[in-house]
Nanobody, 126 residues
Framework: QVQLVESGGGSVQAGGSLRLSCARS????????MAWFRQVPGKEREGVAV???????GYADSVKGLFTISKDAAKNILYLQMNSLKPEDTGMYYC????????????????????WGQGTHVTVSS
């Protein structure tokens, strides 16, 4: 069983930065995906960034060059560095894991992720 606990959300003005963290516990398979999703009321959960067990990353077009996903394998922590934040980045941010994962690359869609954190909220004001 995998448990995920997010932290680091909060309120920031447009143009500011935040770093989200996700502490992971439980068994880890050799091949897995980790991801950050976000959701606002009335909209579907949106994949923001992914990273696989080898460190290969992927991003939604809307955050490329602005957000950076990374992981500290020794500490079992996933990060999301968010720079140049915009009001449209406001939402609940979730950490997710697809573990084990047998695909060639990590998906940005939520359906293949089998573990989820409780979320941390980000508010970006203009």
């Amino acid at each position: 069983q995998v448990q995920l606990v997010e932290s680091g959300g909060g309120s920031v003005q447009a143009g500011g930065s935040l770093r989200l963290s996700c502490a992971r516990s439980g068994y880890t398979y050799n091949r897995y995906c980790m991801a950050w999703f976000r959701q606002v009321p009335g909209k579907e959960r949106e994949g923001v960034a992914v990273i696989d067990s080898d460190g290969t990353t992927g991003y939604a077009d809307s955050v490329k060059g602005l957000f950076t996903i990374s992981k500290d394998a020794a500490k079992n922590i996933l990060y999301l560095q968010m720079n140049s934040l915009k009001p449209e980045d406001t939402g609940m941010y979730y950490c997710a894991a697809a573990d084990p994962y047998g695909g060639s690359w990590c998906p940005l869609g939520p359906s293949e992720y089998n573990y989820w954190g409780q979320g941390t909220h980000v508010t970006v004001s203009s």
